[in-house]
């Protein structure tokens, strides 16, 4: 461990966050040191919870938004199999499900944690006929994940997790009941006072440590639960403030989620409609909540679903199309504070990032994505990002993170953040948009951006969509650094045919690409991972840079309308000249 790096990463940490680090892992100590005491003093606090009437009307609302986000069938938990993270495993029955097994990944905590949501309880229950099957579930639970054991406290009895399992298994109880299953039974009782026991768990163990989306989880999971008590308990009333200052601090003034994930925007906007139907907030959520649906549109590919900026995959929840219009964004939809910038027309669209990794407290999820972008013509991926591999600390972790694998300017040996573990970032910079009204009349689409890089290396880049008929990206380096390269990462799905210029086809579609200025250095094979742990194949195509008086530059030709035209060499230049001049 460099001393160096440690400090450059957690002198961004305010003072409360330290004081709860500290706190914390003192309180994992005493509970794996002392397993039965401290249970024994979380029983006692889930005794003094009322149960929550399964028939309230906010349960109710509650219960369908918790219904969609899930991708289990029914009959999923009763045979004991579940798809997590992508790879589906069989025990064979609920009851033999081997909790601290090899859940692959180099045994990542996350695919066991994600079975402790009990997400696959939702559709069970909502069937009318899992009770037993779900109740036994807990019954292995409880029994392999003892809290002294190494680990427990990071994945199962996490509260992050317990947050999830504990709105989940309330959700699904309430489902039983709407279709007509038994109630009263001893599975249903054994459930809800392990949902009684979530709620006093997670509130002794809040996320103060980490904050933004964990904080934010356990908070939601308690306002569920509150929703089904005749009145908030005493122990909850807290909520009344500490959900507001939660919002205030994940969402950005533009509607982004402030760490800049597309994802985890998603799974927020999710949390905050929980929230509003839990009745406790009354209309105070409703403005946030409008800004991420407009925010949510602006980060949407044409095919009705997100961008992979940071830490980002498909089939992470429901689908954005699902969750709101996402065709009502306009031809050019800018997020100043979040830093992303969506062109689009005719089912052409391209995403830009221009912006800042994410929180400086914690930029847990960040890529060095700067001035990457992503694109769609014809309403198909066509140029997208590298996407999420592994959560574990690997060199497929590390190198999916850097700059040098994402769809922006970059030079060899320079990564603008010093990424280092899972989630660590040390010395961080931030890129910002470009608003130059000379470069209003080259493209009818267009944005630009800049980055002060720490390496001593500025970068510039200018987007520009003719919609239906081609792209421009054109890349300014400050000087003329090792290994200047543009590259950019297209989909297997589209075919590659290679001659003087590569042509990529997609049923009627065809995109040729041309460097008009520097070169097209290679077309090669590379990988992808649009959901996570799912390797596609994709296309490579690196650019080399012409070099400029003292600087480097790129443009890139993407033609797929016929009447396209590239610019000529007069308005090009005019062009690089200005963004030289961001720089």
């Known amino acids: 461990m460099s001393l160096g790096r440690l400090w450059r990463t957690a002198r961004h940490l305010g003072a409360e966050q330290l004081a709860y680090q500290i706190e914390r892992r003192a309180r994992r100590r005493m509970i794996r040191a002392f397993p039965n005491i401290a249970r024994r003093r979380i029983e006692r606090r889930a005794a003094a919870l009322p149960l929550p009437n399964l028939d309230a009307a906010p349960l109710n609302a509650i219960a369908e938004s918790a219904s969609l986000a899930q991708g289990d069938t029914g009959d999923d938990l009763k045979v004991g199999r579940f798809t997590l993270m992508n790879r589906t495993f069989e025990f064979g029955a609920p009851d033999k499900i081997d909790w601290r097994g090899d ?12 079975l402790s949501y009990m997400g696959a309880a939702v559709p069970a229950l909502a069937t009318g ?9 807990l019954v292995t639970l409880e029994r392999d994940n003892a809290w002294d054991i190494p680990g427990v406290l990071r994945d199962v009895w996490n509260p992050y997790g317990a947050s999830h399992r504990l709105i989940n298994l309330l959700a699904g109880l309430v489902l039983h009941r709407r ?36 904080l934010m989880k356990n908070l939601v999971a308690l306002a569920a639960y509150g929703a089904g008590t005749e009145r ?7 909520l009344r403030d500490a959900v507001p200052r939660s919002v205030n601090q994940c969402v950005l003034a533009d509607g982004g989620h402030v760490e800049r994930s597309p994802m985890y925007h998603k799974l927020a906007l999710i949390d905050l409609r929980l929230l509003q139907q839990s009745g406790l907030f009354g209309g105070t959520l409703d403005d946030a909540i409008a800004r991420m649906e407009t925010a949510l549109a602006a980060m949407c590919h044409a095919d009705g679903d997100i961008a992979l900026f940071n830490d980002s995959w498909l089939g992470e929840g429901p689908a954005a199309s699902t969750m709101i219009d996402t065709a009502s964004v306009g031809d050019v939809a800018t997020l100043p504070d979040s830093g992303y910038v969506r062109l689009g027309g005719d089912g052409d669209v391209v995403l830009f990032d221009c912006g800042s990794c994410g929180p400086d407290e914690t930029p847990a999820h960040a890529h060095a994505d700067f001035l990457s972008i992503e694109a769609s013509v014809a309403g198909k991926r066509l140029i997208v990002d590298p996407g999420v591999p592994t959560y574990t600390a690997s060199p497929e972790r590390h190198f999916t993170r850097s700059a040098a694998a994402h769809n922006g300017p970059a030079a060899e040996g320079v990564e603008p953040l010093e990424l280092w573990g899972s989630f660590r970032v040390g010395r961080r910079t931030r ?4 608003d130059n009204p000379a470069l209003d009349g080259f493209a009818p689409l267009w944005c630009a951006g800049r980055l002060d890089a720490d390496t001593g290396h500025a970068m510039s880049r200018f987007v520009g969509l003719w919609p239906g008929l081609a792209l421009c990206v054109c890349d300014t380096w400050s000087d003329k650094p090792s290994g200047a390269r543009s590259t950019f990462l297209v989909t297997g799905d589209w075919d590659l045919t290679e001659g003087d210029s590569p042509i990529f086809s ?13 070169e097209v250095l290679s077309v090669g094979s590379a990988n992808h991972w649009l959901r996570f742990d799912v390797e596609q194949p994709a296309h490579e195509i690196v650019v080399q840079p012409d070099t400029r008086g003292d600087r480097c530059q ?10 396209a035209e590239p610019p000529g060499s007069e308005e090009l230049n005019a062009l690089l000249g200005f963004l030289a001049d961001t720089i």
């Open 554 to 563: 790129t443009a890139l030709w993407w033609t797929w309308g016929s009447t």
């Open 129 to 137: 006929n899992a009770l037993e099957a779900t109740a036994n579930m």
């Open 179 to 214: 279709a007509g299953g038994p109630t009263g039974t001893d599975a249903e009782i054994a459930i809800l006072a392990h949902v009684r026991f979530c709620a006093a768990f997670v509130r002794t163990n809040l996320e103060r440590d980490l904050q933004f989306n964990h």
């Open 103 to 114: 859940f692959g990944d180099g045994d990542n905590p996350l695919r066991r944690l994600t």
């Open 232 to 238: 908030l308990p005493d122990s909850f009333a807290f």
């Open 506 to 518: 997609w049923d009627t579609t065809r995109v040729r690409v041309d460097a008009i200025v520097g």
């Open 431 to 434: 890129a910002e948009a470009v």
